[in-house]
């Protein structure tokens, strides 16, 4: 069965409940401003973004693949259509269990016996109501498209009298790979396509979570999201020793477009995008790189469930590498209302997603092994030019709900008849990415009172950001300097000292917010003037 698919919360319920909150770093923005920011600050000059030319195309010896890009190109000038493949009734209509009951047969694997790479196929129905066309790509480099086969299915149960409502030219709704990573008798699965835009990835001790998508757009705006999905498919047999390599073509109402995705399986799964975009219809805000997780609770969640697991997430903060190095480190909240914060830079030199905590005393859960997901890490390559890394953040109250959106906006628009080209690496990530500066490992927050004080009422929390100094770093205590700033409120006592025999800095502060705004809050340590941690990044929301 396909890893969980959580349920997306439509954004325009947070938004009618009370508007989201924008920060810039330490700007923050009311709903009154919003839409003028999402125009990027109401006609501020904007760079110039990297549109498809030969320089970009692929060369003449890809003739499939220029062949892809050419369908994408002329799509984008006709009217947007849906193709649900003929689906009869009873497959769109059935529900969960019965779509559970239906299963891929092992030994039915495209290249099963042939290849080290195998393909295994997802039954269309229930949420997939636009399946996708499945092409394969041999030795003799021409495509041949694939036809749905029921046969390679068990329709167990209830699920038995829908296996004669499908024919050949049905499609499948998706599709994962497998390669042995672990060891040669076993071939681990490590990604899959299934469902829009989306695609997960793991490495060889993960266990799924975070989702990365071809494309968002209009994420977070009033007249809410559009959702892109791949409609067809390229799959190219490797050869000995080579990556997996997959074309895809991708549509939506305002876009079309190509991608190329070239996978390489191991510790940590490597995945290089490239992505021609053609714009049919003007878009607000177009999404790059994006990607979707949950964060219900964390450690710096200051009311918790009522629920023996500590922690419940599959990411804990967004990194960002801005273009003259800086590394931030941005806190994830599950927040009471929609938020929407962004990092503006030109030419980022690389932003992720990240589940920095693996250690399982954190989360406490056997099943879910929230410990054992994957971080994604992207580093830009082409199209990444000035903009901003926006992130999301949709109040949820349950772990089934996706909730946290993170992507990279272009500042200059993309109108009708317009092309983008964009490429970048795309890679999972085992806790926390290296450094040479002391990084982020724990956020903290709490009442003001001291032992043996009596509780009273008051908004000043107390913040503690513990820092893990890396290998080889020299501390001297005695030079320790914090630098604290927020937008909203003021910052009082905040210092810095040695914790756990200097294996960590912990720098501490009072926070007292201005009622009604949130306080968007950055920190950093130095040392003789020199910076020795990444920046800390908090939007907090007095209760």
């Not at 923005?29 to 030969?54: D, H």
């Not at 994420?219 to 047999?237: A, D, R, S, V």
């Not at 107390?462 to 630098?483: C, H, Q, W, Y």
């Not at 009082?492 to 809050?521: C, E, H, I, W, Y």
Request: hydrophobic fraction near 35%.
């Amino acid at each position: 069965m396909p890893p969980t698919k959580r349920f997306f919360p439509h954004y325009l319920a947070a938004l009618t409940a009370g508007g989201p909150v924008f920060s810039d770093r330490t700007i923050v923005y009311s709903v009154r401003t919003f839409a003028c920011v999402i125009l990027m600050l109401c006609g501020a000059a904007v760079t110039q973004a990297e549109e498809i030319s030969a320089q970009n195309l692929p060369p003449e010896s890809a003739p499939i693949l220029n062949s892809v890009i050419e369908e994408a190109r002329q799509s984008a000038t006709q009217a947007y259509e849906t193709d649900d493949h003929e689906l009869a009734d009873a497959l769109k209509e059935m529900n969960y269990q019965t779509y559970r009951a239906i299963r891929f047969k092992a030994d039915k694997s495209l290249w099963r016996g042939e290849n080290p790479y195998e393909v295994q196929f997802f039954h269309p129905g229930f949420l997939y109501q636009q399946p996708v066309t499945v092409y394969t790509i041999g030795a003799d480099n021409q495509p041949n498209r694939l036809p749905f086969d029921r046969e390679a299915f068990r329709y167990d149960g209830n699920a038995a009298p829908l296996a004669k409502e499908t024919d050949d030219d049905n499609g499948y709704a998706g599709f994962r790979v497998h390669f042995p990573i672990k060891n040669q008798q076993y071939k681990d699965e490590f990604a899959v396509f299934l469902g829009a835009s989306y695609f997960r990835l793991i490495g060889k001790e993960h266990v799924y979570g975070i989702s990365a998508r071809g494309l968002a757009i209009d994420t977070g705006l009033p007249e809410g999201e559009e959702f892109p999905h791949f409609t067809k498919f390229w799959l190219i047999e490797p050869g000995q020793g080579e990556p997996m390599m997959i074309y895809a073509r991708l549509e939506s109402p305002s876009v079309s477009g190509a991608y190329k995705f070239i996978i390489t399986p191991g510790d940590e799964t490597n995945v290089k995008v490239q992505s021609w975009l053609f714009a049919r219809e003007d878009v607000a805000k177009l999404g790059v790189a994006p990607f979707t997780s949950m964060f219900l609770y964390g450690e710096n969640t200051a009311v918790v469930p009522d629920d023996y697991r500590p922690e419940v997430h599959d990411s804990d903060g967004v990194n960002m590498i801005t273009e003259n190095g800086e590394q931030i480190w941005r806190v994830l909240t599950n927040p009471s209302q929609l938020q929407i914060t962004s990092m503006s830079d030109s030419a980022p030199k690389g932003f992720g997603v990240m589940q920095r905590d693996t250690d399982f005393a954190s989360y406490l859960d056997g099943e879910a092994n929230y410990h054992q997901r994957p971080g994604l890490w992207v580093t830009p390559q082409a199209g990444f030019e000035k903009g901003r890394l926006e992130v999301v953040e949709i109040p949820t109250k349950s772990e089934t709900h996706d909730n946290i959106v993170a992507y990279w906006v272009p500042e200059a628009p993309f109108v009708a008849g317009e092309s983008r080209y964009f490429a970048y690496q795309l890679e999972t990530v085992t806790g926390a990415r290296n450094s040479d500066l002391a990084t982020v490992v724990r956020t903290r927050q709490g009442a003001t009172v001291l032992p043996g004080e009596e509780p009273q009422e008051s908004q000043t929390r107390r913040f503690s950001i513990d820092f893990k100094v890396p290998e080889g770093m020299s501390i001297a205590p005695e030079m320790l300097n914090l630098t604290a700033t927020t937008n909203q409120g003021q910052i009082q006592q905040a210092r810095v000292f040695p914790v756990n025999n200097g294996k960590l800095l912990r720098a501490t502060f009072l926070l007292t917010p201005q009622a009604g705004q949130p306080a968007d809050m950055r920190l950093y340590i130095h040392q003789e003037n020199q910076r020795v941690s990444e920046v800390w990044n908090y939007v907090y929301h007095a209760k």
